[in-house]
């Protein structure tokens, strides 16, 4: 059922609301139709499966388990928000992977794209190592606001432009444990 959240005092944004937006029966039922589909594409294949840190950790994990083929992971890690609930405009590559990713079928798992601009980022760095291909899947996405010049090949959840926490996503790098997706309503703050 859906729920609302009051921000208690003394943490980031206090008094603002929370809105679930996304349930995590609709979370789970949703990463278990793209891991089927997923799985028939790369089927005898071994894809290395790349989750961009801190916020796709958890659709990572629940995705990596819907899948009945073999498959590696790596990580990286990027920033384009620091804490604030607004892109900078730049993307630092915080960590990078550590698998030789030329010639290998490459999907990288992402939390949301929200301008693109980390998803271009990721794309351009990946292609200088030359795989064999390149996919990506982002749990959520903002269409009235992303921009990139190429396809997406899953998304979970189309969204609007607010800010969205929980199920990994961050506010100020807490609530990521929550387990929907809820919208911060920031009138209220
Ligand atoms: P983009 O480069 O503007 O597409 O932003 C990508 C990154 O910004 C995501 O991977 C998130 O880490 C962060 N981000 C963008 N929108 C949100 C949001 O609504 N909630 C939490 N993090 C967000
Ligand atoms: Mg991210």
Do not use: C
């Not at 928000?81 to 405009?89: A, E, L, V």
């Not at 301008?115 to 200088?128: A, D, Q, V």
């Not at 899953?154 to 807490?174: A, M, N, S, T």
Request: hydrophobic letters at 40%; a negative charge; zero cysteines.
């Amino acid at each position: 059922m859906a729920s609302s959240i009051i921000i208690p005092d003394g943490y980031p944004f206090e008094g603002a609301h929370l809105e679930e937006v996304i349930s995590p029966k609709e979370i789970q039922d949703r990463i278990s139709q793209i891991g089927r589909d997923i799985s028939k594409k790369y089927k005898g294949k071994i894809p290395i499966i790349i989750g961009v840190l801190n916020g796709a950790f958890l659709f990572m994990a629940d995705l990596v388990r819907h899948l009945d083929i073999e498959f590696e992971v790596d990580f990286l890690k990027i920033d384009s928000y620091g804490d604030s609930t607004k892109s900078s405009g730049t993307v630092r590559l915080l960590k990078d992977i550590s698998a030789d990713i030329t010639g290998r079928d490459v999907i990288i798992i992402e939390d949301i794209v929200d301008t693109g601009l980390s998803l271009t980022f990721l794309k351009h760095r990946m292609e200088e190592a030359s795989p064999k291909s390149l996919a990506f899947a982002s749990f959520l996405y903002k269409p009235e606001v992303a921009k990139h010049d190429f396809p997406i090949d899953w998304v979970g959840f189309e969204i609007d432009e607010r800010f969205y926490i929980g199920y990994g996503l961050d506010l100020k790098q807490i609530f990521r444990g929550l387990p929907g997706i809820y919208a911060l309503n920031e009138e209220n703050t």
